[in-house]
């Protein structure tokens, strides 16, 4: 099934594992990379505009296009973290689609489905990506941020703060 079937947020969310048998495994390898202990200049957020549900593949699609971009300048040059954490989820009622099949089939109505993915459900003006870059580096990091929000499919923006005090980021 597509990740568009499941951008809408729809009832409950379903975030009870316990009683899934196959549960669906996190396909985010890490959710901070870089170096979390430097003085950095800028801060940069990615917010998204509308109320959705991103699928995890989606997020760590565009966590490595956000890093891949902005270690260009070195690996320990910027710190990024993802903020959402995928806790939905997703089911699917699989219907036959094999040759034989050429009306469309009906199926179990309120059917509960198999496991087949996690999501993260975000509201508008919530930030879903940050990351510490210097002054040197903030044209990479907006560069790897807009291609990062190119993966997510829904309209973002990037928050950009001078950071004043730089003692802020201890992890």
């Not at 379903?14 to 959710?31: C, H, M, T």
């Not at 903020?83 to 009906?106: C, F, S, W």
């Amino acid at each position: 099934m597509k990740g568009v079937n499941y951008r809408e947020t729809k009832g409950m969310p379903y975030v009870r594992r316990e009683y899934i048998s196959g549960k669906p495994q996190l396909k985010i390898a890490r959710f901070s990379s870089g170096q979390s202990k430097v003085d950095y200049d800028y801060k940069l957020e990615l917010i998204v505009s509308e109320k959705m549900q991103i699928r995890h593949n989606a997020l760590e699609a565009a966590r490595l296009a956000a890093n891949k971009s902005m270690s260009q300048a070195g690996d320990m040059s910027f710190f990024s973290r993802v903020i959402v954490y995928p806790h939905l989820v997703l089911r699917e009622n699989k219907m036959i689609a094999t040759a034989g099949a050429d009306r469309l089939q009906e199926g179990m109505r309120r059917a509960f489905g198999k496991a087949t993915g996690l999501a993260a459900r975000v509201k508008p003006d919530q930030s879903i990506f940050e990351a510490y870059v210097s002054r040197a580096n903030l044209e990479l990091a907006k560069r790897g941020f807009k291609v990062a929000s190119s993966k997510l499919g829904c309209p973002t923006t990037v928050k950009i703060t001078l950071l004043k005090n730089n003692d802020i980021v201890n992890n």
